[in-house]
Every structure is written in C-alpha cells, then in structure tokens.
C-alpha cells in the first residue's frame, strides 16, 4: 500500500465543498512540501496544488490546499461535474529518500 | 510552447531491457529536476526516479533501484531511463515529469509511453 494515505473515494453534490485528505508522516508530510494532481481518465496528470496551498496559473480558486503536521487536505468548493477525476497527492519522503504518491481518490459529483 | 514528448516503449519480454527517452522544449530545461512516473493499466500513479537539474543527485523508488538508472543531456534537453531485469510488474505507462524547483511538485508532463512486459 502507499506511504501516503488517501480515502479511495469522495463524493459531493453539485455546487458543495468536499475536501480529500493526505495523510503521512514525519518523514514525508511532516517535513516537506505537498502537491496535488488532477486526473481524468486516460489523460495526463494536472497540478492543482503545489507547495501546499499555491495555485497555479489557470487554476480556479475553488481549489485550495492545506497542511497540518503531517496530513494535507485538498479542498474544492463549487462542485461541478466537470471535477469529477481522480486526485493525487505527492511529496518527498526522507527515510525513503523517494518521491511518494498517495493511492488517489475518485471524485464523484452526484 | 511547452512540450515534453517520452519514446521508446514497447512490448518486452520478462528479464529484457528498454530505454526511455524524453525530449523538452519551451521551458528552461536545464534549471529543471526531472522525474519519470509511471501508471500500471487500472492502478495510481507511483513515483519511479528523479534526476537534479545537473545530475548530481539521482533517486529511485525501492521497486526500481538496481534495475532503472536515469541520465539526463542537457544539450539536448532530453531526459533517459535505462530499465534492465523488466518484470512484469513494470508494465505500465511511463510519464516524464519536470519539476522547477526540487520541491517534488511536476508542473510538465509528457504525455506517457507504454511498457508492456510479458512472455
């Protein structure tokens, strides 16, 4: 299983928040910074979140990040269909001297 | 424009050997950490290896270490891995990634090349 743990699946309405948890360790999480990916299925990987809780350009402000000691949480607000995808989050673990993934959580918008 | 383009996959018997190579344009290269991810058919997405902007520090994924070595030309803004001893567990798609800062976030991707390993 990944270092990093993420709830395998999330779901929300319409026009709610949902937020997806990153949960690790001192040596990773605890230490380091955090991204996030956005991926359809079958394309490309999207950076949403970089260094914790920066945008990057093009990205919508409904998508933010957190980190708090060693988990991190992405956030969306304004759900729409368009954000059903699956999401990742990375960073860099110590001990392992890795770049670690968490498993990814499947977003569905009811 | 940005554009990151991965060659070199293909179908391998177990215990063979390929070489992935990725070709960048319209960013500064040379500044960049590069990294390949990799996705098994149906699974997440799993880190594989990084190289620093001047090769002075390589990493690899315990799944790889022994068996991958990555190599970069900055001349030639192309980033490689060798992959030796293929096992089945590798077939995936391969993605090369670059990362600006060291910080282990990848903001260009290329857009993947398949391994297939199998007998």
């Known amino acids: 299983q990944s270092v990093l743990t993420q709830p395998p699946s999330v779901s929300a309405a319409p026009g709610q928040k949902v937020t997806i948890s990153c949960s690790g360790s001192?040596?990773?999480?605890?230490?380091?910074?955090v991204s996030w990916y956005q991926q359809f299925p079958g394309t490309v990987p999207k950076l949403v979140i970089y260094e914790n809780n920066k945008r990057p350009s093009g990205i919508p402000d409904r998508f933010s990040g957190s980190k708090s000691g060693t988990s991190a949480t992405l956030g969306i607000t304004g759900l729409q269909t368009g954000d059903e995808a699956d999401y990742y989050c990375v960073t860099w673990d110590r001990s392992l001297s890795a770049g670690v993934f968490g498993g990814g959580t499947k977003l569905t918008v009811l | 424009e940005v554009q990151v383009v991965e060659s070199g996959g293909g179908l391998v018997k177990p215990g063979g050997s390929l070489r992935l190579s990725c070709a960048a344009s319209g960013f500064t290269f040379s500044s960049y950490s590069m990294n390949w991810v990799r996705q098994a058919p149906g699974k997440g997405l799993e880190w594989v290896s990084s190289?620093?902007?001047?090769?002075?520090?390589?990493y690899y994924a315990g799944s790889v270490k022994g068996r991958f070595t990555i190599s970069r030309d900055n001349a030639k803004n192309s980033v490689y891995l060798q992959m030796n001893s293929l096992r089945a567990e590798d077939t995936a798609v391969y993605y090369c990634?670059?990362?600006?800062?060291?910080?282990?976030?990848?903001?260009?991707w290329g857009q993947g090349t398949l391994v297939t390993v199998s007998s």
């Open positions: 001192s040596s990773n999480i605890g230490n380091n910074h």
């Open positions: 990634a670059g990362d600006p800062t060291g910080e282990y976030y990848f903001d260009y």
């Open positions: 190289i620093s902007s001047a090769s002075s520090y390589l």
